[in-house]
């Protein structure tokens, strides 16, 4: 074990024997996953055995445990196909695929037996979920050791898992053992698998798949036993063994994540590349078509871990896998699993986002099926900065993209609030502009509220604070408070809990003597602070901050304003605010709310005074 693993996990020690005898409100279980298994390429079914250490760090007295099933979801009349069949905007890459599976393409587990502590188990599979009735309750600060003797079939790729993908990939193995599902302060979440977000339980994996020699494996963790396999993992020197009956038993630890990811093919080529004071990089891919853009890729990754780190947090691991296969990009602890046959911006992007899951979903584990938005909107907002960086955007808005989505759901009337858990929007449009946009959104908007610098410290030290442990929306919303002084409660319960909106107005401008009087009026259902803008004729830019009275404070600083007034608190029940500017109306050249453009406006069009005929362009996707 390394020394930064080390040092990892026992700081990941001390932190559950806290939680677990200093704050019970905030206790984490844990899970030491043992899993061999035997992948048979010419039937794509598996024989496997997984040894589970399963620690009850709650208060809870257990009696029962649940397994996540996911290769079941590929059947016939499987709460996917039948989510697929009703939703109105099924996803593209699945609708319709899976009625059409044969008895050989189907995804299927079979649990053959399963004991705790050597005495057998009562359990039952109901659909994508194993429910086990456990031989002898589990009392708080217990352990037991499950095993389990199960056989799988690779279903062909329809969703992030499976064989032979569109791009000829073999195996994608994602989602592909029987996991235990997650118990928290709120109990069990078994939730059944239709295609959506994910939560785990942390804990370390110490994998050995065998499979056929000629095909090479990349995946989570650390490769144990290069020399045995060769395929370009081997140090410089070291001489590959021969395989035993043909096959290569590829051996791999990962330690303190919450899932384990690999994929296998007999055509990939494996380059690596280390970023400075940071993991080293392994690209796994097919060459041929795209090859050229692969190698381009190299470097930008690096240059992504390089901005991600000083941005957002140190990355604690000491590798990081890019995987060709899958269905589009998909992250899993230490690697990603992405396509490749992309065009270069494309394949960057996808490639950014899914490694700034390693901060938004890895080591920040919330539950993404309760809480997308902090995991994908978080990753969404970081991706959007380093995509502006490496590709030299310098955008007033580098997030444009996520305003302009929300604007398209809005004008649509298919507004849900992000709270919703993951499974349950109406519509695939809701669930995402929700969870990836109105997330970044939040983030974006938020440094309007409480200063650019504020934002980027919480995010450091939501980091520091909560990696390695499951957060919740008020830990953050916690931070920031406790960053800015500022009270937050009505911004999350505004933006995240309901589907009010924000419009703003200048409504009038009039001339007092040798002051100009302006009233600003809120047309839209959601209070906001208000940044104001004031240009005169010489071209001097005035700039004013007006804060909620029930922001108990205001932001001290912010880079994009520069300079800036705080002016009188705007009560949220006042529909109107008034306010004198000692200057005369003929000196006036502009006023304008929100020229930072970090306010999700619905209608930006009466931000101005002067209204101008002129078409703003981040208006392109609002109705008048």
Not at 89 to 109: F, N, Q, S, V
Not at 193 to 212: A, H, P, Q, S, T
Not at 222 to 248: A, I, R, S
Not at 489 to 508: K, L, Q
Request: glycine content about 8%; proline content about 5%.
């Amino acid at each position: 074990m390394s020394k930064k693993l080390l040092l990892l996990s026992l700081t990941f020690s001390l932190l559950s024997f806290s939680c677990l005898w200093g704050q019970q409100s905030r206790w984490q279980q844990w899970v030491s996953y043992q899993m061999e298994i035997e992948l048979d390429v010419a039937t794509h079914q598996m024989q496997a055995v997984q040894n589970l250490r399963y620690a009850n760090h709650s208060p809870d007295t257990l009696t029962r445990v649940f397994y996540h099933l996911y290769y079941n979801a590929f059947q016939p009349g499987s709460m996917m196909d039948l989510r697929l069949q009703n939703i109105p905007d099924p996803d593209g890459r699945a609708k319709g695929k899976i009625p059409k599976l044969t008895a050989g393409e189907m995804g299927w587990h079979k649990i053959h037996a399963l004991l705790q502590d050597g005495d057998s188990t009562r359990y039952e599979v109901a659909g994508t979920i194993l429910e086990v009735e456990l031989a002898k309750p589990l009392l708080p600060g217990d352990t037991c050791l499950l095993e389990m003797k199960y056989s799988s079939q690779v279903p062909v790729t329809i969703r992030r898992t499976g064989r032979d993908n569109a791009e000829g990939i073999a195996y994608t193995m994602s989602q592909w053992y029987p996991k235990m599902c997650e118990y928290d302060l709120e109990g069990w979440h078994a939730n059944p698998y239709i295609g959506g977000e994910f939560y785990g339980v942390w804990g370390n994996f110490d994998v050995k798949i065998r499979l056929d020699a000629n095909y090479m494996v990349g995946g989570s963790g650390y490769l144990q036993n290069p020399q045995e396999v060769g395929h370009g993992y081997e140090l410089p020197g070291q001489k590959t063994m021969k395989p035993v009956d043909g096959k290569y038993t590829w051996h791999f630890i990962a330690e303190n994540v919450h899932d384990f990811a690999w994929a296998a093919d007999p055509d990939y080529v494996h380059d690596r590349m280390q970023v400075p004071d940071g993991p080293e990089l392994h690209f796994i891919y097919q060459p041929g078509k795209g090859e050229e853009n692969w190698k381009k890729l190299q470097g930008e990754t690096v240059k992504c871990f390089q901005i991600a780190m000083a941005r957002f947090g140190p990355y604690p691991f000491e590798q990081f896998t890019v995987i060709q296969g899958g269905d589009g990009g998909m992250e899993y602890p230490m690697a990603t699993i992405i396509t490749g046959n992309r065009n270069f911006h494309s394949l960057v992007g996808v490639m950014v986002h899914e490694v700034l899951h390693s901060w938004y979903y890895l080591l920040l584990g919330t539950n993404e099926s309760r809480y997308a938005w902090m995991d994908e909107g978080f990753t969404i907002y970081a991706d959007d900065i380093i995509m502006d960086s490496l590709f030299q955007g310098r955008s007033l808005n580098p997030h444009s993209r996520a305003y302009s989505s929300y604007d398209i759901l809005v004008n649509a009337n298919r507004n849900e609030p992000a709270s919703l858990p993951a499974d349950f929007f109406q519509t695939s449009f809701a669930y995402s502009v929700s969870s990836y946009y109105k997330g970044c959104i939040l983030l974006h908007q938020m440094s309007s509220i409480v200063g650019q610098e504020c934002l980027d410290r919480s995010l450091i030290r939501y980091y520091k604070e909560w990696a390695y442990r499951h957060p919740e929306p008020r830990d953050f919303k916690r931070i920031v408070e406790k960053e800015s002084g500022l009270e937050l409660d009505w911004y999350f319960d505004h933006w995240i809990n309901s589907t009010n909106v924000i419009d703003y107005a200048v409504e009038s401008v009039t001339k007092k003597g040798k002051k100009t009087e302006v009233q600003l009026k809120n047309y839209g259902t959601m209070p906001m602070p208000i940044d104001l803008t004031v240009i005169l004729d010489e071209g001097e830019k005035r700039q004013y901050h007006i804060p909620l009275r029930m922001m108990r404070g205001a932001k001290k600083a912010d880079k994009w304003l520069g300079q800036f007034e705080v002016l009188e608190d705007w009560p949220w029940t006042h529909p109107v605010y008034v306010l004198e500017l000692d200057v005369p109306l003929r000196k006036i050249k502009k006023i304008e709310i929100d020229a930072s453009l970090r306010t999700a406006d619905i209608n930006r069009k009466n931000n101005v005074y002067p209204q101008s005929p002129e078409k703003n362009p981040f208006d392109k996707n609002r109705k008048n």
